[in-house]
């Protein structure tokens, strides 16, 4: 093995980190949090082994970057794996290892594209849909697009996971259109 890709994620609709329920929280950090912790920690004694060093892609999200409000639990887990991707690169660096991360906006996949986050971003739509949320994730962005698609993350993770990135670690990389700009 040379290379891990840990993209764990889910996303729930949030409130304020006040009244978030403890249940809603616990399953955010285990999944987005825990979840590439210990996919990262399944394969690092497989890249040790091989004695080549290797690659180790995490995916956290703009959010992991900046914060938005009511999603609290989703904006701590994506943190938290910035501070897993620094430091496993810090930890596994001597043997070669590269540990970076990757930071999307909005992806056009069905985390995004389904009928709660619909109605979460238009709530005073009796029947919202992509068309009509577009708008809305088109104005995170500097660029004139409402999201990115699969491909676009796939592109950067085979970027860093190439010997094109051989010297690259410990970096956060978004592919988030211009949002971390606003």
């Given at each position: 093995?040379d290379?891990i890709?840990?993209?764990a ?8 980190l006040?009244?978030?329920?403890e249940d809603?929280?616990?399953?955010m ?6 979840g590439?912790?210990?996919s ?6 497989h890249?040790?082994a091989?004695?080549r060093?290797g ?11 900046k914060t ?7 904006v701590a887990?994506?943190?938290?794996v ?5 430091t ?6 001597a043997?070669?290892?590269r540990?970076?991360?990757v ?8 985390l ?5 986050t619909?109605r979460m ?11 009509d949320?577009?708008?809305v994730?088109q104005?995170?962005h500097?660029?004139?697009?409402p ?8 592109n950067a ?12 670690t ?6 988030d259109?211009g949002?971390?700009?606003?």
């Amino acid at each position: 093995m040379d290379i891990i890709v840990a993209n764990a994620g889910i996303g729930t609709v949030g409130t304020r980190l006040d009244r978030m329920k403890e249940d809603v929280w616990q399953e955010m950090i285990d999944v987005n949090l825990s979840g590439v912790w210990k996919s990262v920690k399944a394969g690092v004694p497989h890249l040790l082994a091989g004695g080549r060093g290797g690659s180790i892609i995490l995916t956290s999200s703009v959010a992991g970057l900046k914060t938005y409000p009511h999603t609290g639990h989703y904006v701590a887990a994506k943190h938290g794996v910035v501070g897993l991707m620094r430091t496993f690169a810090v930890e596994l660096g001597a043997q070669s290892i590269r540990v970076n991360s990757v930071h999307p906006t909005h992806v056009n996949t069905p985390l995004l594209l389904n009928e709660k986050t619909f109605r979460m971003f238009r709530p005073e739509l009796e029947n919202p849909g992509p068309d009509d949320m577009a708008p809305v994730c088109q104005s995170f962005h500097i660029l004139p697009i409402p999201w990115v698609t699969a491909e676009d993350i796939s592109n950067a993770v085979l970027f860093l996971a190439s010997d094109e990135a051989r010297y690259i670690t410990g970096v956060a990389l978004p592919v988030d259109a211009g949002s971390c700009l606003k």
